[in-house]
């Protein structure tokens, strides 16, 4: 009995088992996309007691069919949607078709990326994504880069990275064996003051600080202010502390806006600082053939973050970490006898390991490969530069209303926006206004849209990553949010 339907294998009988049950999953998931709203499941009271199990470990297995009857009534319907056009809250995308069936392949076979001998044909791959990656994000001969988890991750790796390059070439200082220097509490990381919060993160989990990370502010259109970020760098190093590196977005969370990366690059040469780019956002943009200039200079920075489950459309977890010149990875490598021999690598076995601070790896670039290939370049084109015409179209429809304001120009795909209803003052009234739009769109019309704060009031936003908007869907919410607006 085990024997047949635990996994998939040479077996006549388990295969029949992989059929049914992946059967079964295909048709219950396609049907509970029955709808096209975003969201149609309770509030989050109710939500918390339907999903309630009586034993969620009993003594005796329900079997097959059981679950799959508890999963069609309390976790399917309930379900947020979010290849819905009526969700666009956050940087958080539909996966393409071909890169589920990518999720089914890799989970099946369950490769890990850790060493050659647990992903063989996934560990080639991998390095050949990597390789094209590199080569599409400007980058030389002599780079590399290793898949992760996500944006966060990937800064993680691109900062631990500069602490350690720092150290190295500019303390002499061995910070793998030796841990900090007694000088590190005067380490500085300088990124723009609504850079994502996974920088101060790192900065903690690193050793350094919050305090460590000096929030350069914005401009008007919410990228880095050079001068500032200047007037910063030296004030620092006239008084003592230690420029150790620039954290550059390209594509903030909130609004999409890149910093100036040219100018960065410049003072980061003049105080042998180390450059990350973060690129969680914004990395989908090279893929447009019309906006792709956006990212110009993308290439200066020493390592790149690239998401590929914003954007890029691909199912979670899909991220990687580039690296411009190679041998930085080296600080993640550390030896262990029964799993990346040093003797592989001369043999030609890659161990993967050797660059990652993960060691059991999912294959995600295997979704890479798939949907890369698949579409094309001009599939691709078309796709991203859907999205960024539609913020473009939804900020000029904006801007053309009395009662609604817009922040910035989008540089990306979000619009970050709020409705100042005719008569009411533009401060907390308007805020109160702003934030019951929002909850009454996901309760009552099935909307998920985003919201956040600038300029210390309160913004709706709109992050319109799904291609399959149009024109008129844009309009029609526009709509809708006014009518919700003016009614409380
Ligand atoms: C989303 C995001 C991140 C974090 O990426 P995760 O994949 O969510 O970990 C980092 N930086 C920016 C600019 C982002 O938008």
């Known amino acids: 009995m085990l024997e047949n339907n635990l996994f998939l294998t040479d077996n006549p009988e388990s295969k029949a088992e992989y059929r049914r049950i992946i059967g079964d999953t295909v048709s219950a998931v396609v049907e509970a996309f029955d709808s096209p709203k975003a969201y149609e499941g309770p509030e989050p009271f109710?939500?918390?007691?339907?999903?309630?199990?009586?034993?969620?470990?009993?003594?005796?297995?329900?079997?097959?069919?059981?679950?799959?009857?508890?999963?069609?009534?309390?976790?399917?319907?309930?379900?947020?949607?979010?290849?819905?056009r009526d969700y666009m809250a956050?940087?958080?995308?539909?996966?393409?078709?071909?890169?589920?069936?990518?999720?089914?392949?890799?989970?099946?076979?369950?490769?890990?990326?850790?060493?050659?001998?647990?992903?063989?044909?996934?560990?080639?791959?991998?390095?050949?994504?990597?390789?094209?990656?590199?080569?599409?994000?400007?980058?030389?001969?002599n780079s590399d880069g290793v898949f992760t988890s996500g944006g966060s991750q990937s800064n993680f790796s691109g900062i631990t990275l500069a602490r350690d390059w720092y150290c190295s070439a500019n303390l002499n200082h061995d910070i793998q064996k030796k841990g900090l220097p007694s000088c590190s509490s005067k380490f500085r990381i300088y990124t723009s003051e609504i850079s994502h919060f996974s920088v101060e993160k790192t900065a903690h989990l690193l050793g350094l600080g919050y305090d460590s990370v000096v929030k350069v502010p914005v401009n008007e259109k919410q990228q880095m202010d050079f001068d500032s970020l200047e007037r910063l760098v030296k004030k620092d190093a006239a008084s003592g502390n230690l420029p150790v590196c620039v954290v550059c977005t390209f594509g903030t969370t909130d609004f999409g806006s890149i910093d100036p990366v040219e100018k960065i690059r410049t003072l980061c040469d003049e105080y042998k600082m180390y450059l990350h780019g973060d690129a969680a956002y914004g990395s989908g943009v090279i893929l447009s053939e019309k906006y792709r200039e956006k990212l110009a200079g993308i290439e200066l920075c020493d390592s790149i973050t690239v998401d590929f489950h914003k954007m890029f459309l691909l199912p979670i977890s899909c991220s990687a970490v580039l690296v411009k010149d190679k041998k930085n990875l080296d600080f993640f490598t550390i030896r262990a006898d029964y799993l990346n021999r040093e003797e592989d690598e001369e043999d030609g076995y890659t161990n993967l390991v050797d660059k990652s601070i993960q060691t059991t790896?999912?294959?995600?670039?295997?979704?890479?490969?798939?949907?890369?290939?698949?579409?094309?370049?001009?599939?691709?084109?078309?796709?991203?530069?859907?999205?960024?015409?539609?913020?473009?179209?939804?900020?000029?429809?904006?801007?053309?209303?009395?009662?609604?304001?817009?922040?910035?120009?989008?540089?990306?795909?979000?619009?970050?926006?709020?409705?100042?209803?005719?008569?009411?003052s533009d401060g907390e009234e308007a805020d109160a206004v702003n934030k019951k739009i929002r909850r009454s769109l996901i309760h009552e019309k099935g909307i998920v849209i985003g919201q956040t704060v600038c300029r210390g009031r309160v913004q709706l936003k709109f992050t319109l990553l799904n291609p399959l908007l149009s024109r008129e869907n844009l309009e029609e919410m526009m709509g809708v949010i006014r009518a919700l607006g003016k009614s409380f």
């Open 46 to 84: 109710r939500l918390k007691k339907l999903v309630e199990m009586e034993q969620l470990l009993p003594d005796h297995g329900l079997g097959w069919e059981k679950v799959l009857d508890n999963l069609k009534t309390a976790v399917l319907p309930n379900f947020l949607r979010t290849s819905s």
């Open 90 to 141: 956050h940087l958080h995308s539909p996966g393409t078709i071909e890169s589920i069936a990518g999720e089914l392949i890799l989970s099946t076979f369950n490769q890990s990326m850790d060493s050659w001998d647990q992903s063989p044909v996934a560990t080639e791959i991998e390095v050949q994504v990597v390789k094209c990656l590199c080569k599409m994000f400007g980058y030389g001969e």
């Open 361 to 424: 790896r999912r294959f995600d670039a295997l979704k890479v490969w798939i949907s890369f290939q698949m579409r094309g370049k001009d599939g691709w084109s078309e796709i991203i530069t859907k999205s960024m015409e539609n913020a473009r179209y939804f900020y000029g429809l904006l801007r053309e209303q009395p009662d609604f304001e817009v922040v910035t120009e989008p540089e990306i795909s979000s619009v970050v926006f709020r409705f100042v209803p005719e008569g009411k």
